[in-house]
């Protein structure tokens, strides 16, 4: 009988070290836009620029397979020139963060556009679609995000809006002219939990001339890396 309690011990407690060890740790990465300064505007006649920011975390696992996209939006705003805008101000108008998994041994880009709005009332009808599915994880797999092609974070925007539904292009309501100006970040999954940053800021400048004017544009925003400890689904 001894026996046996002894053998029913040994393996209950291999059984829970295996559970243990098969436990792992997965990578959130959390998107916010901070601050936006206008130092020049585009629309030096009215003396106001209407503004839009949409931005979107794409994730691609190890065989560089885009598996996940979130999106995020914020404006319509009307700035003058040396404003700056606290975007996580309840004074101003605020740009709520999106967070995603990363995959294990995959990596996460975050891309950033700001827009001049020209066309009020279809910007605003576009924004409220991206507000519907604000942080909601969609599967971009039909839109062929492959890993190995150089896009624009304005690209990489559009299909992420396109996955989760929204239903016009985000790249047919704009002219060249719209696009004030676009950032991204590539962060790779095995290299941050070697190095353990779990903050990254991001400064981005934009700059250039429309007609007879010329615009500049200074935004931040980090990314924040949590890690969250998960358990293998039940058989």
Not at 27 to 35: D, E, F, G
Not at 129 to 144: D, E, G, I, W
Not at 147 to 169: D, H, I, R
Not at 208 to 230: M, P, V
Request: proline fraction near 3%; aromatic fraction near 6%.
């Amino acid at each position: 009988m001894q026996t046996y309690l002894n053998r029913f011990f040994a393996l209950a407690i291999s059984v829970l070290a295996l559970s243990a060890c098969s436990r792992s740790s997965s990578l959130t990465a959390q998107l916010t836009p901070r601050s936006l300064k206008a130092i020049n505007l585009e629309e030096t006649i009215s003396g106001r620029d209407e503004l839009m920011l949409a931005y979107t975390l794409t994730s691609y696992d190890a065989q560089n397979k885009a598996v996940a996209v979130v999106n995020g939006g914020w404006g319509i705003q009307s700035v003058r020139k040396g404003q700056q805008i606290d975007l996580q101000s309840a004074r101003d108008s605020v740009a709520p963060p999106i967070n995603l998994s990363i995959p294990r041994n995959g990596k996460l880009i975050a891309s950033v556009v700001l827009l001049e709005v020209d066309d009020y009332q279809k910007t605003r009808q576009l924004l409220d679609q991206v507000r519907r599915v604000h942080n909601v994880v969609s599967a971009p797999a039909m839109l062929l995000l492959s890993a190995t092609e150089l896009l624009t974070p304005l690209k990489y925007v559009a299909a992420g809006m396109a996955a989760s539904g929204v239903g016009v292009s985000l790249l047919d309501r704009l002219d060249k002219d719209d696009l004030i100006g676009q950032s991204s970040l590539e962060i790779s999954e095995a290299e941050l939990r070697r190095s353990k940053q779990r903050l990254i800021n991001v400064p981005a400048q934009f700059s250039g001339r429309h007609l007879q004017d010329s615009f500049a544009y200074e935004l931040t925003y980090d990314l924040r890396l949590k890690t969250a400890k998960i358990r293998p689904g039940r058989q």
